[in-house]
């Protein structure tokens, strides 16, 4: 049996030491082992969220996993001692989890428009995908969802509702699906399906995909950005001076 990573926390949240390939091989374990799992694929908003809001670490409380997914996260650990060297960016592990995980393993997407769902079709095409359902559903839809998901039993379900409401989703149903491994991607969708353009490799490796997607959908997107990011350095000097005097 493939063991847990390492753990570091960080602001209140226990963050995976882990790759991309090592993920994918502990999540193949836990589908393996039975039962029902839950990863998020967490970046410094997911992290000071928690922090901040004792709502949102409620609805987060019944995740198994937390992995970084955002290079600030990433150098904050490897100052613990954490020694890696990429983070594991949603998008590129829905990509090549998928790539490792052919047929007989079995996924499940939830998530996006029936436009995205459609291409992500296509895209993973050669992975076996026993069903999925675009993100538009009503809550009087949900427990069809949970059974369609039950009866299929997938080995892995994609969940790109987006931040909170993937982790509220989670949260409520995790207990009634029977069997596997549930990850909250969010963006990973949208990248993936090619409805959205994703940073430039050099703005990811700087830790500026949050400035590429906040210029991308300003509205939506830029003052969440600038305000969690300056919560995220907040905490982590108050943190840190807590230590100093400790």
């Not at 029936?114 to 050669?126: D, M, Q, T, Y």
């Not at 790109?160 to 409401?165: D, E, R």
Request: hydrophobic share 40%; glycine share 6%.
């Amino acid at each position: 049996m493939t063991e847990s990573p390492r753990t570091f926390d960080l602001l209140g949240t226990p963050l995976l030491a882990t790759s991309y390939t090592e993920l994918t091989a502990y999540a193949q374990a836990l589908a393996r082992r039975g039962g029902t799992h839950a990863i998020d694929l967490t970046n410094t908003h997911i992290v000071t969220l928690r922090r901040q809001d004792a709502h949102f670490r409620a609805i987060t409380s019944r995740f198994d996993h937390f992995v970084p997914d955002g290079m600030p996260l990433i150098w904050c650990l490897n100052a613990r001692g954490a020694q890696l060297h990429d983070r594991v960016y949603g998008p590129t592990f829905m990509r090549r989890c998928f790539e490792a995980s052919p047929a007989p393993w079995t996924h499940y997407l939830l998530g996006g428009s029936a436009e995205c769902v459609a291409a992500l079709r296509v895209k993973f095409a050669s992975a076996q995908i026993v069903g999925a359902r675009h993100g538009y559903f009503s809550p009087d839809e949900e427990p069809e969802i949970v059974a369609e998901i039950n009866r299929l039993a997938p080995d892995f379900i994609w969940v790109g509702l987006g931040t909170p409401k993937q982790q509220d989703w989670i949260y409520r149903h995790k207990a009634e699906i029977q069997r596997g491994v549930l990850f909250a991607v969010g963006f990973a969708f949208d990248v993936n399906s090619g409805l959205k353009r994703d940073a430039p490799l050099w703005m990811q490796r700087a830790g500026l995909t949050w400035v590429f997607r906040g210029l991308s959908e300003p509205r939506r997107l830029l003052s969440r950005y600038l305000r969690f990011n300056t919560l995220f350095i907040y905490y982590l000097a108050k943190d840190a001076l807590t230590s100093s005097r400790a």
